[in-house]
């Protein structure tokens, strides 16, 4: 079976500090994992995603994740946190079932960037 | 933009009444799914689609249908509304080709139930 758990609900960070979000999977077969944002009243954007290929997966505005097999954590990380970084965001691996590729979400982490 | 339309996207209704919500692609994307998200459990599906007239349960069935008779069209019905039906729902698609499964999400519905 598949899960992802989010470690903290919350974050805050200074404007400017290394923004890590963290994200620890359970699967059955080897994982493929996602990391989408979601802004106030939006729908969810990806991020980025790894899907066997290199362990560290860049994505966009700036952030990179990278695939640890033995701790089996797929952390979210930016060197330096913009304002318009605050959002939600939210893990999610696949189970990579017959074509349907459903997908597992963590609970989120809500991102608050402060001046 | 993966083309995904949501309507409506604001819907207050009493307890007992039938609601359908209405997802809509314009890429002729194979599967399609319903998501709700709730405070503290992220995003859960409810049901998913891998072709017309094809169907299927996901984690959080119970009180929803759905229905798909033309590829662009994803409805998901609430028979008989109740309040823990009050939540965002979501609709997404899976990105024909290649292996990477992801899948794009459209901009939401959010439904009240009083």
């Known amino acids: 079976a598949q899960s992802v758990t989010q470690l903290g609900s919350h974050v805050s960070v200074s404007e400017g500090a290394l923004v890590l979000l963290r994200c620890n999977y359970s699967?059955?077969?080897?994982?493929?994992l996602f990391w989408y944002v979601q802004y106030p009243n939006q729908g969810l954007q990806l991020l980025l995603k790894?899907?066997?290929?290199?362990?560290l997966v860049k994505g966009i505005n700036g952030f990179e994740a990278e695939f640890k097999k033995s701790e089996t954590s797929f952390h979210l990380t930016k060197p330096s946190a913009h304002m318009s970084d605050a959002a939600e965001y939210f893990c999610?691996?696949?189970?990579?079932?017959?074509?349907?590729?459903?997908?597992?979400f963590g609970t989120g982490t809500r991102l608050t960037v402060i001046p | 933009d993966a083309g995904i339309t949501q309507s409506p996207r604001h819907k207050v209704t009493e307890t007992g009444t039938p609601v359908t919500l209405r997802c809509h692609q314009t890429e002729n994307h194979r599967y399609m799914y319903w998501y709700r998200q709730d405070p503290g459990h992220g995003l859960r599906l409810i049901h998913y689609s891998y072709g017309v007239k094809d169907t299927d349960k996901g984690e959080v069935s119970d009180g929803y249908s759905v229905s798909r008779s033309k590829t662009e069209d994803f409805l998901l019905t609430l028979e008989s509304a109740t309040s823990s039906q009050t939540s965002v729902y979501f609709c997404a698609i899976m990105a024909s080709g290649g292996a990477s499964y992801e899948q794009y999400f459209g901009p939401g519905t959010r439904l009240t139930v009083t």
């Open positions: 790894y899907t066997s290929a290199a362990t």
């Open positions: 999610a691996v696949s189970d990579r079932g017959a074509g349907a590729n459903n997908l597992f």
């Open positions: 699967s059955s077969v080897p994982p493929y």
